[in-house]
Structure formats: structure tokens, C-alpha cells
């Protein structure tokens, strides 16, 4: 239960934290820019709003040429990083990720070595690391264009689901999507490129996690194996009041170590992407 909640804490804050750092520089470099420095300033002889003399309140939606201003940025800004969290665990690589390591600790028989929020850290870097062609992508099809005012909210979302969408298609099952539709009473997408994103994601997130469950199975079984002879080994010499796993331990850390157990898993998840 301590594990359980402690993860729940975790993985939101280190979410946010990523997230934060992308909205922040993506504020700076907006708030840099010379155009939105002029929307700011007022013209001479006026209050900003284009009503001469007059002290009345005006909101700039659109700053010159188009581009979007610094406070509708802004705000954008502070509604991706309120949805961080959940974009994270629904839409990238984190859930497998984490979820082979944590199996890999319990194969050990280390509940709390390492601990959860290392990883945590670690699924995060991982994610970041398989992310990044998707994430320059999206920056570079929608986000740039619609602060350069050549694009729409609306439309910069819909050119931003492009890369993701393509990038889960191919990682998640047929079986699961037909799922989802079935659940949503929806009729069946001609193709699956067809499928709304509403149903992608969690079919998308069932398929990452019947995955990550196969790789931990994997994972699982030579370490059983050391179990039961070390088991069998005590039951034959009459220790029944010696715990198993006080005496395979060692067995399982060395074996683990030996094969380089960390860099094949690390480099069998990155390849599964």
C-alpha cells in the first residue's frame, strides 16, 4: 500500500516538473519575441485598446500579422501543464516503461531497492528519449506555426494529433480498439488510421500494458527458476524454517548483474519502440 501510494505521488509531480520546463521555454521565447513586445506597448495617445483617451479594459486576442498574444499564450501555456500529468501516463511511453521496471524489482524480491522514485526518474528520462522525434514533430507542424500567427487554435490541435496519432497507431491492437468502440456503442472505423483520438488513447494504454505484463512474465521466469531449486535445495536438507528467498537473493542479484540485467531490459523497451 506505502508502494502504491507513493507511486501515485510521484508520477504526477515528475509529469508536471517535464512539462514545466517545456511551457516555460516555450513562454520565453515567446516573450521575447519583438511582436509581442508590441502588443504590450500602446501606441502613443492611446490605452492599449485602440480607444484614444479612454481608461477601459481590452483584451488582445491577436497580436500583429496575426500572431497570437503573450497573455492568450500564457494561458495555454498554464491549461498544458494542469493536463500534464495525464498526458504523460495516457499518450507516451511511461506506463510500460515503468511498469517493466517495477516488475523487474519484484522478480528480485527488492520491494523498495530502488526505490520508486528512482524508477520514476528513470521512466521519465526513457520517455523523453523515445518521445523526442514525436515531440519536435508536433512542435514543429503545430506549435511553432500557430505562434507565428500562421495558424488557428484549433487547427494547430488538429496538426498536432497527426504525429501522435501516428507514432500509437502501430502499438496499439486491433482488439483493443475494436474494445473501446464496442464500449463507446460507436459504429467500427473503416481503417484504423479512422479511429477517433477519444478511443485511440485507451486502447492505446490497454495495449501498452498487456506489453508491459508479456515482458515482465519474461522477466519473472528465470528468476522462479532460482526459487525453486534453492527451495528444493532446502527441503531436501531438512532446513524448512530457512526462508527461500533469504537464500536466493544473493543468487538472483548475481545473476542479474552478470548478464547486465539493466541495459538488456533499458535496451529491449527501447526497441520495442
Known amino acids: 500500500m506505502r508502494s502504491s501510494s507513493r507511486t501515485t505521488t510521484v508520477l504526477p509531480v515528475l509529469a508536471g516538473v517535464l512539462l514545466a520546463v517545456v511551457g516555460l521555454w516555450l513562454l520565453t521565447v515567446v516573450g521575447a519575441s519583438p511582436a509581442a513586445a508590441d502588443t504590450l506597448d500602446p501606441a502613443p495617445g492611446t490605452d492599449g485598446g485602440g480607444n484614444g483617451g479612454d481608461n477601459g479594459l481590452s483584451i488582445e486576442i491577436n497580436g500583429p500579422d496575426g500572431e497570437p498574444s503573450s497573455s492568450v499564450l500564457t494561458l495555454l501555456g498554464i491549461g498544458v501543464l494542469m493536463v500534464a500529468p495525464s498526458l504523460v501516463l495516457m499518450c507516451t511511453s511511461f506506463t510500460k516503461v515503468f511498469v517493466v521496471l517495477s516488475m523487474t524489482r519484484n522478480a528480485l524480491g527488492l520491494n523498495t531497492t530502488p526505490p520508486t522514485q528512482v524508477l520514476a526518474g528513470i521512466a521519465l528520462i526513457l520517455t523523453v528519449f523515445i518521445m523526442q522525434p514525436v515531440i519536435s514533430e508536433i512542435?514543429?507542424?503545430?506549435?511553432?506555426?500557430?505562434?507565428?500567427?500562421?495558424?488557428?487554435?484549433?487547427?494547430?490541435?488538429?496538426?498536432?494529433?497527426?504525429?501522435?496519432?501516428?507514432?500509437?497507431?502501430?502499438?496499439?491492437?486491433?482488439?483493443?480498439?475494436?474494445?473501446?468502440?464496442?464500449?463507446?456503442?460507436?459504429?467500427?472505423?473503416?481503417?484504423?488510421?479512422?479511429?477517433?483520438?477519444?478511443?485511440?488513447?485507451?486502447?492505446?494504454?490497454?495495449?501498452?500494458?498487456?506489453?508491459?505484463?508479456?515482458?515482465?512474465?519474461?522477466?519473472?521466469?528465470?528468476?522462479?527458476?532460482?526459487?525453486?531449486?534453492?527451495?528444493?535445495?532446502?527441503?531436501?536438507?531438512?532446513?524448512?524454517?530457512?526462508p527461500p528467498v533469504m537464500v536466493s537473493l544473493p543468487f538472483k542479484i548475481l545473476l542479474f548483474v552478470l548478464v547486465d540485467g539493466w541495459g538488456l531490459i533499458i535496451s529491449s523497451l527501447v526497441g520495442t519502440y
Open 139 to 242: 512542435i514543429d507542424v503545430a506549435i511553432t506555426p500557430y505562434v507565428d500567427g500562421q495558424t488557428v487554435f484549433t487547427e494547430a490541435v488538429d496538426q498536432a494529433q497527426g504525429p501522435l496519432r501516428e507514432w500509437m497507431l502501430p502499438l496499439t491492437r486491433e482488439e483493443d480498439i475494436a474494445l473501446m468502440t464496442r464500449s463507446a456503442d460507436l459504429e467500427n472505423p473503416q481503417t484504423p488510421a479512422d479511429t477517433p483520438l477519444a478511443t485511440l488513447v485507451p486502447a492505446f494504454v490497454i495495449s501498452e500494458l498487456r506489453a508491459a505484463f508479456i515482458i515482465g512474465f519474461v522477466i519473472f521466469v528465470p528468476f522462479l527458476i532460482i526459487d525453486l531449486v534453492v527451495s528444493s535445495a532446502l527441503m531436501s536438507m531438512g532446513m524448512m524454517m530457512l
